[in-house]
């Protein structure tokens, strides 16, 4: 797992999303396949917009509260803010590509 890869909490995630401009976030459970497939594509995110984006991930079991705030009822979720703001809500997998010309269009 890469290690620019953030890993989000209740207590942490207010602070990250108004804290950087452009925040992608993965909501995600271990138990959950499409998420494990979705998982090399946010590493490589993370480090492909390193200091031009954040790429987070929210573990869903571990925080059910914030899932619940973002009305998260399916997994993968992707969400993207962009000045604290969220402006994209995406459930399922999508290719690298798709998640590159979304951060691209938003930069």
């Given at each position: 797992m890469s290690e620019?890869?953030?890993h989000a909490t209740e207590?942490?995630?207010d602070a990250l999303v108004s804290g950087h401009p452009l925040v992608?976030?993965?909501?995600w459970?271990?138990?959950c396949?499409?998420?494990?497939?979705?998982?090399?594509?946010?590493d490589e995110l993370a480090e492909k917009y390193e200091g031009r984006a954040v790429v987070a991930k929210v573990n869903t079991e571990e925080?059910?509260?914030?899932?619940?705030?973002?009305?998260?009822?399916?997994?993968?979720?992707?969400?993207?803010?962009?000045?604290?703001?969220?402006?994209?809500?995406?459930v399922g997998v999508r290719p690298l590509q798709h998640f590159e010309?979304?951060?691209?269009?938003?930069?």
């Open positions: 620019k890869l953030v207590d942490s995630f992608l976030v993965d909501f459970a271990s138990w396949g499409p998420c494990r497939m979705l998982g090399p594509i946010m925080e059910p509260d914030l899932a619940a705030r973002f009305n998260v009822q399916s997994i993968p979720n992707v969400l993207l803010f962009k000045n604290g703001q969220m402006i994209e809500n995406e010309a979304l951060l691209d269009k938003n930069i």
